[in-house]
């Protein structure tokens, strides 16, 4: 048996419980059906009904705040070392089923197992990082003033919702939901509705793991309907969301009336600028890696490849034959590099781009083709002979599609690096200290690697500028945005209070 076919008895095995009962909202510890009904799932692998999944509206959301508010106190009250244990044991309980969440993520998303595999274990490191900042989350600090004694504590807000998108949903829902939970708060989950299957492991392994009924539900459902009601809702401290720059502003205006505090995770066009005096070879590997791992659909991918004049060339014939050569294929194949798009809407944005390329007067130097029309696969792609005005070096195209585009300084490579709407990453390679010093000073992104594709550290601040979003999740920052600031101030002595009224 090939490894191909081992996953996929693997995965069937896995599919028979979805495919019986489908996908259920999960509300206080119990199955509840989808007051809308029923929507169904599809694998852009085959086109085929993976199961029917519960349609969440309104109500659903209102029974979900409704479990989460009444879960909040007990669960804020806990003690820390009690919650720090149960987070560490949905860690385990995501090691223990890793190989399911995978095969069930690629499946549901088209994401190639190479990546999804390393996704599952990247949720349960979230849990264990946030799991060791339990015991310290509500520390604060004693700042005395000449007359009173200040001291600041941290409370959670409180219960919050969490909206993720598809394209590596098990992962992100952790990297939200794990913070939450350390701080404190409960959480309703509103998962994408291409991506459901792993958001309903997740709350089945941190039910396991000893989480208290309505400390985390699930509820699915379309953004529209489930997602909007989410962050209407009263009950709802917070919206952590993760998604497209658009959606990032509805969430704003939908919260306004409660006053909702947001977190915003937003689009990219992020600029990857390989200078002439390089490590070349590792650049290249950085550059391919960047925007062809996780079918391109990836946030912080270097979509925009800024190559100095002197060296494009030569730099881009490297590129054009390393990307003819990577291997699209079945996701579950463990040797495939690229799998399908996640839906057909996808697919047709993703492809409508090689037309416009191409009436934008680009150059299509590699791929620009999909596969066949079993499932929602194209050839990695690589556009050459653009300017950075095209629509191709302006918006966010979330596939394996990269845009190349030449500079003759360090000024213009600048200017093109921040001239587009987003500002979420950058990376540069260059051997020349200062200049690299210069451009990360003026580089308009949250987060910037020199000589380096993107290594996550989890206690470093993630997030984007502009339209890529507002806040910062990772180490601290996430417990800034799940909790509020308290400050006690204790008189020290008989200081004079201004008397009013007094004879
Ligand atoms: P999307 O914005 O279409 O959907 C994301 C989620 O929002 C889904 O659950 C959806 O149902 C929900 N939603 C849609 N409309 C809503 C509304 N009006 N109210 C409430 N919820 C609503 O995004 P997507 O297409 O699923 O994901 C791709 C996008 O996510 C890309 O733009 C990508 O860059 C971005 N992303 C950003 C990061 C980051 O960390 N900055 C990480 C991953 C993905």
């Given amino acids: 048996m090939s490894a191909l076919d081992d996953n996929i008895a693997k995965l069937d095995g896995f599919l028979g419980r979805f495919r019986e009962t489908g996908i259920l909202n999960r509300i206080a510890g119990a199955d509840v059906a989808g007051s809308e009904g029923v929507f169904q799932s599809t694998s852009p692998v085959d086109k085929s009904v993976i199961c029917e999944v519960a349609h969440g509206s309104a109500a659903d959301i209102d029974a979900a705040a409704t479990a989460a508010?009444?879960?909040?106190?007990?669960?804020?009250?806990?003690?820390?070392?009690?919650?720090?244990?149960?987070?560490?044991?949905?860690?385990?309980?995501?090691?223990?089923?890793?190989?399911?969440?995978?095969?069930?993520?690629?499946?549901?998303?088209?994401?190639?197992?190479?990546?999804?595999?390393?996704?599952?274990?990247?949720?349960?490191?979230?849990?264990?990082?946030?799991?060791?900042?339990?015991?310290?989350?509500?520390?604060?600090?004693?700042?005395?003033?000449?007359?009173?004694?200040?001291?600041?504590t941290r409370v959670p807000i409180g219960p919050v919702g969490v909206i993720t998108p598809w394209n590596t949903p098990f992962m992100l829902s952790t990297w939200k939901i794990a913070p939450a939970l350390a701080a404190g708060c409960t959480v309703v989950h509103k998962p994408a509705e291409a991506s459901p299957l792993t958001a309903r492991l997740l709350v089945e392994i941190a039910e396991e793991a000893g989480l208290p009924p309505g400390v985390l539900n699930t509820v699915n459902g379309f953004g529209e309907g489930a997602g909007k009601a989410l962050?209407?809702?009263?009950?709802?401290?917070?919206?952590?969301?993760?998604?497209?720059?658009?959606?990032?502003?509805?969430?704003?205006?939908?919260?306004?009336?409660?006053?909702?505090?947001?977190h915003l995770e937003l689009g990219g066009k992020n600029p990857v600028i390989v200078f002439d005096d390089a490590d070349l070879d590792r650049a290249l590997d950085a550059v391919i890696f960047m925007i062809y791992s996780i079918n391109g659909e990836r946030c912080t991918s270097s979509s925009r490849l800024l190559v100095q004049e002197s060296i494009r060339e030569d730099f881009e014939a490297r590129l054009i034959e390393r990307v003819n050569a990577i291997k699209v294929g079945h996701p579950l194949d463990p040797a495939t590099e690229i799998g399908p798009l996640v839906t057909e809407e996808h697919y047709t944005k993703v492809t409508s781009y090689f037309d416009i390329a191409k009436a934008d007067g680009a150059t299509v130097a590699a791929g620009g083709v999909a596969l066949g029309d079993e499932g929602y696969f194209v050839r990695p792609t690589l556009?050459?002979?653009?300017?950075?005005?095209?629509?191709?070096?302006?918006?966010?195209?979330?596939?394996?599609?990269?845009?190349?585009?030449?500079?003759?300084?360090?000024?213009?490579?600048?200017?093109?690096?921040?001239?587009?709407?987003?500002?979420?990453?950058?990376?540069?390679?260059t051997n020349d200290l200062t200049r690299a010093l210069r451009l990360t000073d003026q580089l308009e992104a949250g987060m910037i690697w020199v000589n380096s594709e993107n290594v996550r550290h989890l206690p470093t601040p993630f997030g984007g500028l502009k339209a890529s979003g507002i806040g910062r999740d990772g180490g601290d920052w996430s417990f800034e945005f799940y909790m509020e600031q308290k400050n006690i101030a204790f008189a020290t002595g008989q200081h004079k209070i201004t008397k009013l009224g007094a004879l």
């Avoid at 399911?100 to 274990?121: H, N, P, R, V």
């Avoid at 050459?384 to 095209?390: C, F, L, P, R, V």
């Fill in 383 to 429: 556009f050459t002979g653009a300017n950075n005005q095209m629509r191709i070096a302006q918006e966010e195209i979330f596939g394996p599609v990269l845009t190349s585009i030449p500079f003759e300084t360090e000024e213009e490579a600048l200017h093109m690096a921040n001239d587009v709407a987003y500002g979420l990453t950058g990376y540069v390679w």
């Fill in 69 to 152: 508010s009444e879960a909040f106190p007990a669960w804020r009250d806990m003690p820390a070392k009690q919650r720090r244990d149960v987070l560490i044991r949905i860690a385990e309980g995501i090691e223990a089923r890793a190989e399911e969440i995978a095969l069930c993520e690629c499946w549901d998303t088209g994401q190639a197992y190479k990546f999804m595999s390393k996704a599952a274990l990247r949720g349960a490191e979230n849990f264990r990082y946030f799991a060791d900042q339990v015991v310290q989350a509500r520390d604060g600090q004693h700042l005395k003033s000449p007359t009173l004694m200040n001291v600041t």
């Fill in 231 to 262: 962050c209407e809702h009263p009950k709802v401290k917070a919206i952590a969301f993760v998604g497209e720059s658009r959606t990032g502003s509805l969430i704003t205006k939908q919260g306004a009336d409660t006053l909702k505090r947001n």
